[in-house]
């Protein structure tokens, strides 16, 4: 059974930041390029940073410099560093994983960016 388990979402003012995590279980980690999505109310999910299986990273525009995603293959996890949020970052946030015709996502977590 396939599990995508993300975590580490909250309230944080302006400015702030926060750590989410996706902790993944029943695929072969390491084959799998992963990404973070988010949607906000109203909006549609966007891909906010992706990360291939050999390490290359891409943001949009509207995060680069702020975000940082990593991941973790012994531990099958992979991570977004969210630093000097903004209110324009609230939503709720999704770990995704793909390989070949698989793909698998998370329940979500929610970020809220307000003071």
């Known amino acids: 059974q396939v599990q995508l388990v993300e975590s580490g979402g909250g309230v944080v003012q302006p400015g702030g930041s926060l750590t989410l995590s996706c902790a993944a279980s029943?695929?072969?980690?390491?084959?799998?390029?992963l990404g973070w999505y988010r949607q906000a109310t109203g909006n549609q999910r966007e891909l906010v940073a992706s990360?291939?299986?050999?390490?290359?990273?891409n943001y949009v525009d509207s995060v680069k410099g702020r975000f940082t995603i990593s991941r973790n293959n012994a531990n099958a996890m992979m991570y977004l560093q969210m630093n000097s949020l903004k209110p324009e970052d609230t939503a709720d946030y999704y770990c995704?994983?793909?390989?070949?015709?698989?793909?698998?996502w998370g329940q979500g977590t929610q970020v809220t960016v307000s003071s």
């Open positions: 990360i291939t299986r050999d390490g290359r990273t």
């Open positions: 029943g695929i072969d980690f390491k084959l799998y390029a």
């Open positions: 995704n994983a793909a390989y070949w015709r698989s793909e698998y």
